[in-house]
């Protein structure tokens, strides 16, 4: 006892350090909080980024993305855009490409349009399971011939088919008088250890997973088909009104999709709600209006957004429920006011309705993260998303410092 009396710090160091840990304890969001001297003059963003995975691990993720915004720059955290013609431009004839599908990710609509762009439509196109593979090498053949695109669906199904599919990779030549050099071999499959090795390795590999929080999905809905087309975008006879109901669209589209995070606050059972269900939205949006020049079908739109596109995921009654609810404050005519909100912030509200430029400037303009009254809910609705975040950094940072550990090592052999 008289030795920890010796050794115990000075009253006024634990009153700050009681200071500092009340900051981060208190507050909901601590990453953004100040802390009292001497330690926010001391300590590195870094350092303080080990004081928030001490007190407060639901809050490390954003966190991270504000520490590695500050010290490496936003272009870092924010997802570019699913460039496909990028993508091309790196491939040839003899290197397949390959989309690592994930839940509520459908590659082959986007593939689709770029192969029209390119003059490549109709691509050969087949989903491989039990008995497809033969067809599978008649239209590879036809490719490397006639320089089409061939595009085989779910090669996880097709477990037994994928020695064959390696050795054809194998045998595709570079030379152009064997293969023509228009010719591209795209692949889709979900990660399964089945995959020829040497296609991978080889291949150029894609993933175009959902985009993760409300900014980067209304972003990424933006510069998806239709709306990236400035012909649909600008093609409607009441221009002003489609844009504002696009724009509450493609909000209530990435409100459904965050509320998943919430856990069973969010919905009772997580559903894939994908960008198919806006696509086709979008297009009834237009298709209404455009047929209905003096009044908005509003009840005609709410049924077929709400009960058909996305409802016809939804099995649960009360999740239903919901769902046509959440619309209501989406496709209503006070959307048309200057004042209207779609939450208490003043940022989450239908833009003027401008080109499609400003659009995208404005939703750029939006924070990284997001209130939970915007999906909705209550604000402590917080503490269950953040209990799945513990989660989800507990298993991240383990396998960051087991990296770190090996990196440390061979620099040491080195030395």
């Known amino acids: 006892f008289f030795f920890l009396m010796i050794r115990r710090p000075p009253r006024s160091t634990q009153s700050r350090s009681s200071a500092a840990s009340d900051v981060y304890k208190r507050q909901s969001q601590p990453q953004q909080e100040i802390l009292p001297e001497p330690y926010n003059i001391q300590l590195n963003n870094f350092q303080k980024l080990l004081i928030i995975r001490c007190i407060r691990p639901d809050k490390v993720v954003p966190a991270v993305l504000d520490y590695v915004k500050d010290d490496l720059g936003p272009e870092f955290i924010d997802p570019p855009p699913f460039d496909l013609e990028e993508i091309y431009n790196d491939s040839s004839a003899v290197t397949p490409l390959i989309f690592v599908l994930s839940p509520g990710s459908d590659p082959f609509i ?25 067809i599978a090498e008649k239209m590879i053949s036809d490719g490397v011939e006639n320089g089409k695109w061939v595009v085989l669906q779910n090669c996880h199904l097709a477990v037994t088919w994928m020695p064959t599919l390696e050795k054809i990779c194998e045998q595709i030549s570079p030379d152009p008088k064997q293969t023509h050099p228009e010719f591209r071999l795209w692949l889709t499959s979900y990660p399964s250890p089945d995959f020829p090795v040497a296609i991978l390795q080889n291949g150029i590999k894609m993933t175009n997973e959902p985009p993760r929080g409300l900014k980067a999905n209304l972003l990424g809905s933006y510069l998806t088909d239709p709306i990236s087309d400035m012909s649909f975008f600008n093609g409607s006879t009441k221009p002003n009104e489609f844009k504002k109901l696009l724009f509450g669209l493609c909000f209530f589209h990435g409100v459904i999709q965050e509320r998943r995070k919430f856990g069973p606050l969010g919905w009772n059972i997580p559903y894939e709600f994908t960008d198919s269900d806006l696509r086709i939205s979008a297009k009834q949006l237009k298709k209404f209006l455009d047929d209905y020049p003096e009044d908005i079908p509003y009840d005609a739109l709410r049924y077929l957004t709400a009960e058909c596109n996305y409802g016809g995921r939804v099995t649960d009654d009360k999740d239903r429920r919901l769902i046509k609810t959440l619309l209501n404050d989406y496709y209503c005519p006070e959307i048309f006011k200057a004042d209207y909100k779609f939450a208490p912030d003043d940022v989450y509200r239908a833009p003027l309705p401008k080109d499609h430029q400003s659009y995208l400037d404005y939703i750029k303009k939006m924070p990284m993260t997001t209130s939970p009254q915007v999906f909705g809910l209550h604000t402590n609705a917080d503490i269950t998303k953040d209990i799945n975040a513990v989660s989800y950094t507990h298993l991240t940072l383990p396998t960051i410092y087991s990296v770190q550990i090996s990196v440390v090592a061979v620099s040491l052999k080195k030395k």
């Open 110 to 134: 986007s593939l689709n349009q770029f192969a029209k762009k390119k003059g490549k439509t109709p691509l050969l196109s087949i989903s491989l399971g039990q008995g497809q593979g033969k």
